[in-house]
């Protein structure tokens, strides 16, 4: 506390007192200002914003009220007196400190809490690559045990007890029965079995066991179930888009299933699908998404979609199930599992979702998990026979054609349901395809033009293949073509091409043979390779 009052001369006398409160401090000047002239003036200030000089006048009032009580009153009430008047202000004081005290402490705390927890939110989000351990769960071992050597894939099933329908060996029986013995070799299907009704996965697993007991000798099949005691409290969560309580409670244990089902695949495999208890697959499944997954190469990708519905077809890196079991755990009272899919993919820099077609895997129940209600959804890009799927080896794609927007060389290319789309060209306009190195091809097919847009086609254009790769300002380019067709109303077909060329194809090219005042719109060009087909 600073207290200034009037000394000698125009110098004013300052006094500074240092104690923990106002009401000490009040205490601690008292003897002084006791000294002064009744005149002169005191100002008095604590922690340099609240005057307290009425205090200080207060307490003078009552050193004067004393003084003139010294001739009329017994020398024995005057210590009296002062304690008791002391006494009371000192109550008052202490009491008005305590408020500010604990408004203080409540300050701090508020204060102190929002960075904390802003810096939990962070890490959360921005530190969600370091999630590489796995979750500490001891899982039960309903069938099987995991094999020593890694597979290519892994696929993970959870499933519970429905009240209407059980999919779930009609599932397996798919996945099964649709592939190859050379596929077998390099699949391993983990079920978890989520329900808490333990007689329940105790007579199922008896029933997959009768039935796939090969399998699960071979170490192609694995059963599992984690405890009860491992998840987090399924009771008064968090009810987001109106969803009923025991809506919130499904969708939630079921992102901890998922979680604990990702949390134990870690390891089995190079790669991971997810699939749900009610799907059917297409024929050599493997070997089309094997073909995707090798189109890809060289480009960033962390979920590859083969089916558009719901958790079903969608591809990992086994290296990144660690982070998307913590972070499905993280987030598991939130929303549901496929809409914490997209958040999660956006989260590692994966803006746009990366489907293909055909899809390979077909929703079949008639009856949702949840309550036994109806869910009749299908997906309408679902083949039965997924052998078609081009190759696509990996490749450069060049054009001179003027792009517009951001509809780019790249997605004419792909598997995903993207194209490319130029403006009006000009003769002698290309569109260039360099592999990254030479390869066989049997069967190139390529489509120009929309449904909705089908007059953007080539309508004057040549295929052509080449060889003999040189560097140019441009980039890589064949120095040697030859033709092998014209585009016909905007698409063209060539089978065989492997015995109508001799050598290995370095480059594939689109030529404009004649302008056109139309866009130019290439749908989806699919090559077939000798090495695909005989996988």
Known sequence: MICRAAGSGNEPQVIYVSAPSKARSLAAVLPVISTLPESAPVRCNYAADEDLTSSVFIMRLVLKYLDKMRCFRKRSTIPFLVAL?????FINLYIEDGYVLEEDKRQLRETSMHPLNSERYVHTFKDITNFSGTINVTYRYLAGTPL??????TIGLSSVKRKRGNYLLETIKSIFDQSSYEELKEIVV???????????????????????????????????????EYYPSLDGLKRNYNDPEDRVRF?????????FLLNFCTNLSDFYMMLEDDVRCSRNFLTALKKVVASREGSYWVMLEFSKLGYIGKLYHSRDLPRLAHFLLMFYQEMPCDWLLIHFRGLLAQKDAIRFKPSLFQHMGYYSSYKGAENKLKDDDFEEDSLDIPDNPPASLYTNINVFESYDAAKAYSSVDEYFWGKAPSTGDFYVIVFN??????????????DDRQNDILHHGALEVGEKLVGTKKGRQCSSYITLG???NGNIEVHDVDHKIAF???????????????????RSISLWTTQGASQ
């Open 486 to 488: 014209e585009f016909k």
């Open 148 to 153: 020593p050597r890694k597979k290519y894939l």
């Open 251 to 259: 969708r939630s244990k079921q992102n901890v299933d998922y979680a």
């Open 504 to 522: 290995d194809i370095e480059c594939v090219r689109i030529v404009v043979t004649a302008s056109q005042k139309e866009w130019l719109i290439i």
């Open 190 to 228: 983990v079920v978890h079995l989520a329900d808490f009704d333990l007689a329940w996965c105790e007579s199922l697993v008896q029933e997959i066991s009768r039935k796939f007991g090969h399998h699960i000798i071979a170490g192609r099949l694995l059963v599992i179930h984690a405890p009860e």
């Open 85 to 89: 008047i002391t006494f009371l202000l």
């Open 437 to 450: 190195k030479a390869t066989k091809i049997s069967k190139i097919k390529i489509i120009t033009g929309t």
